[in-house]
């Protein structure tokens, strides 16, 4: 069972570009999560999404930002028109259901750079 | 919402000596504690938890503990090597919504060989 993917694994952005970062979550898996961590900081909560629906999205910013969880596909968290202050690690963590198993799996993370 | 605090920020031993890692958290809804420890440049893994319905919860070298009176946990490490050196995030989270956890801010251990 391969563990949560997520691709690429190192992303490079001039200002003003858009960085798509993707997930796909571990076989049986339906909740995905996503968290930023800037340097020596925790993590951060983004968003969670199940199939097709987004649960919660309190910790991503209004602008810029956006995330889906396609019925057929990974998810993908998609930033817009970046800036330098975007330039974090982005992890996504599955779980296989909220009610069952807290535990959530985490992937080896997306090193975004903006330059 | 929940808000969780970590010390120390950044913890030296020698190997061998044992490493106490502490969080609280704020919210007495919290049922579940889990710790997650991050090497560099690596993913974080899931290394213990424990519910609240327990108090002390041991594997191998490391046990947590959880105090719900006084809404803290902490992580031991006995015996520490070497490759116990990372970063250790504490978490809570509570049922009902989205089950999403609140990490501590890291505690960067160090082993000394």
């Known amino acids: 069972n391969a563990g949560v993917m997520q691709n690429p694994r190192h992303l490079v952005r001039r200002r003003g570009q858009e960085a798509r970062l993707r997930c796909s979550p571990m076989k049986g898996h339906s909740h995905v999560y996503w968290y930023r961590q800037l340097p020596e900081e925790g993590l951060k909560f983004m968003v969670y999404?199940?199939?097709?629906?987004?649960?919660?999205e309190s910790g991503m910013p209004k602008e810029r930002f956006s995330a889906e969880f396609p019925k057929e596909g990974p998810s993908i968290l998609r930033i817009q028109q970046v800036v330098r202050g975007d330039s974090a690690a982005y992890f996504c963590?599955?779980?296989?259901?909220?009610?069952?198993?807290?535990?959530?799996?985490f992937g080896p993370g997306t090193r975004l750079t903006v330059t | 919402g929940e808000n969780v605090e970590q010390h120390p920020s950044t913890l030296s031993v020698q190997e061998g000596d044992s490493a106490v890692i502490k969080c609280t958290y704020s919210?007495?809804?919290?049922?579940?504690f889990p710790w997650y420890k991050q090497e560099l440049g690596k993913r974080p893994q899931l290394i213990i938890d424990i519910r609240s319905n327990v108090g002390e919860k041991k594997d191998q070298r490391i046990a947590v503990t959880l105090n719900k009176t006084a809404k803290h946990f902490s992580l031991h490490i006995t015996e520490t090597q070497p490759e116990d050196s990372a970063v250790y995030f504490c978490?809570?989270?509570?049922?009902?919504?989205?089950?999403?956890?609140?990490f501590g801010r890291g505690t960067s251990l160090i082993v000394h060989p």
């Open positions: 978490a809570a989270s509570k049922p009902g919504g989205s089950y999403i956890p609140t």
């Open positions: 919210d007495s809804a919290s049922n579940y």
């Open positions: 999404l199940q199939k097709e629906n987004i649960i919660d």
């Open positions: 963590a599955s779980s296989p259901s909220v009610g069952h198993s807290y535990e959530q799996y």
